[in-house]
């Protein structure tokens, strides 16, 4: 079976386990929260992936590097609305540092690959 490139990146496949996590966080919270939190937060995280997957289809590494910055940013929502789940009691302290330390994972991937993707656009004008 073909991998496409996304599927090999290393932050994607930790994106897909994040998106598990909150899938299986969010079961427990209350009901009123289905279309709030809950699928706020599903959303987000989701979006990680997929900004991931949409940027390896782009040509230009300044393209890539944009998404990269979207996943980026998918990734601080999830973490802004997990402290508010926190706040609400919705999750437990230990879910929040154990998420926390996922995120934190992601954060410092996500910066490692937006780094190449600029480095490498920018090597490319300067060789040409």
Do not use: C
């Amino acid at each position: 079976m073909y991998l496409y490139s996304f599927e090999k990146l290393e932050v994607w496949k930790e994106s897909i386990k994040l998106v598990k996590s909150i899938y299986d966080l969010t079961k427990d919270f209350p009901e009123s929260e289905k279309f709030g939190l809950v699928n706020q937060l599903r959303r987000a995280s989701v979006s990680i992936a997929s900004n991931l997957a949409e940027g390896t289809s782009r040509s230009t590494n300044k393209d890539k590097a944009h998404f990269t910055t979207m996943a980026f940013s998918s990734l601080m929502e999830v973490l802004n609305q997990l402290i508010i789940s926190k706040e609400l009691n919705y999750i437990s302290k230990k879910n929040i540092e154990e998420l926390r330390e996922h995120i934190s994972k992601v954060s410092n991937m996500l910066n490692a690959l937006r780094k190449s993707q600029i480095n490498n656009s920018t090597n490319k004008q300067f060789n040409q």
